[in-house]
């Protein structure tokens, strides 16, 4: 199993910035990738962005790019997202998702539980 640990969440000013962490303990040698998605309020869960463990590629929702960056520390078995720009439309609960490898065809998720990001305008 993978155990993740959010933090980093909080109130800010439109315009200001944050920065999301995701510490991963247990079977961290099975992750291939992680990811931030988000939920706003009334809303589904979302993809924000995903970070590929190994080679660190990484891909971002349309309406965070530019002012998101995700990374990683590969040693502390950390992903981060830092926000800049924040807008009110970003406020949301952001969860960090780890997905495994099982076997050469399956995987399989972890979330964390989530840290509330509150942007006012």
């Known amino acids: 199993q993978v155990q993740l640990v959010e933090s980093g969440g909080g109130l800010v000013q439109a315009g200001g910035s944050l920065r999301l962490s995701c510490a991963a303990s247990?079977?961290?040698?099975?992750?291939?990738?992680m990811g931030w998605f988000r939920r706003a309020p009334g809303k589904e869960r979302e993809f924000v962005s995903t970070i590929n463990w190994s080679g660190g590629s990484t891909a971002y929702a349309d309406s965070v790019k530019g002012r998101f960056t995700i990374s990683r520390d590969n040693a502390k078995k950390t992903v981060y997202l830092q926000m800049n720009r924040l807008k009110p439309e970003d406020t949301a609960v952001y969860y960090c998702k780890a997905t495994t490898r099982i076997t050469i065809s399956t995987t399989y998720d972890y979330w964390g539980q989530g840290t509330q990001v509150t942007v006012s305008s």
């Open positions: 247990g079977r961290t040698a099975s992750i291939y990738a």
